[in-house]
């Protein structure tokens, strides 16, 4: 196991507060429908992350047995510190998705969230079936980002914000989503049930839903919410420019990266300041979910 994932393409800081603005009280019904989780279940999320979704599933769904597993031992790390904080009783687990560490038959239900676009399908779904129960589901989840709607000013940057961002990410060699294949398996939409039912599942069925993950200007988004989203943003500004330090860390002087990180702060303390002080930006954004599902 390796933490190339949560260093270099997405901090799990990053990954939680992404899917915490999306995942939450007021769309619950939703996402619990679309996994396909009931009371009682036994469950396995593979490629969990730091495992926000591990701990909602058990938050909502109390009495079901959750299990997370993913490869990067740092996102694996976060999720059991954030489900003890939590009072949450979830599994997480180490491993890797081609190889479950698991026996045959030990799950009734198997789901991913933006999982298969980043690894080889056959081992994906041959691991999940072998440790579904007969007549155990698999959900998979995967965003569907040309239906999604971008937020126009996520990187609207200042003159000196650009230099600074263009400086940096110019001397950026290495080709990060190549080298970990992030994004090379990603197919076009109606292969993904004909794959499914090519490996043997049955009642293979699609489903399409879009949440709304970032809008603070919205009148149904509580003042809590709208700063989680907004500083989720920032969260995400932050951990790209992080990356882009490691990647090339003799890009910047010292005093730029200080200067850098100063402006990305300033600029989600100005958007905060503009909420609080009831200046509407209507800035939006939202994400399109695909739920490829079936049963073993």
């Not at 989780?37 to 730091?50: A, S």
């Amino acid at each position: 196991m390796d933490t190339h994932w949560s260093e270099l393409i997405q901090t799990t800081e990053e990954l939680y507060t992404s899917r915490e603005v999306r995942f939450h009280e007021r769309n619950k019904e939703l996402w619990l429908k679309h996994i396909g989780v009931k009371p009682g279940m036994k469950v396995l999320e593979v490629g969990c992350g730091g495992g926000l979704f591990c701990h909602r599933l058990k938050q909502y769904v109390p009495d079901c047995l959750v299990t997370g597993l993913d490869f990067d031992k740092g996102h694996i790390a976060f999720a059991r510190k954030k489900a003890e904080k939590l009072g949450l009783a979830c599994d997480f687990v180490e491993g890797d998705i081609r190889n479950l560490p698991f026996e045959d038959g030990t799950f009734d239900l198997v789901y991913s969230y933006t999982v298969l676009e980043h690894i080889p399908h056959d081992d994906f779904y041959r691991e999940q079936r072998r440790v579904l129960k007969s007549g155990g589901r698999i959900s998979v989840l995967l965003v569907r980002n040309q239906l999604n709607i971008p937020d126009h000013t996520m990187n609207e940057f200042g003159a000196e914000e650009e230099a600074l961002q263009k400086k940096l990410w110019s001397q950026v060699e290495v080709d990060v989503m190549t080298k970990y294949h992030v994004g090379m398996y990603v197919q076009e939409e109606h292969e993904y049930p004909k794959e499914m039912a090519s490996f043997g599942f049955q009642d293979v069925d699609v489903q399409v839903f879009t949440v709304m993950d970032y809008a603070p200007d919205n009148f149904t988004v509580s003042d809590e919410e709208a700063f989680g989203q907004i500083n989720s943003h920032r969260t995400s500004s932050l951990a790209s420019m992080q990356k882009g330090v490691r990647l090339a860390p003799e890009a910047l002087m010292e005093s730029e990266k200080c200067r850098l990180e100063e402006l990305i702060q300033r600029r989600y303390d100005r958007r905060i300041s503009d909420y609080k002080e009831g200046k509407k930006h209507w800035d939006f954004s939202t994400s399109t979910v695909m739920v490829i599902s079936g049963r073993k």
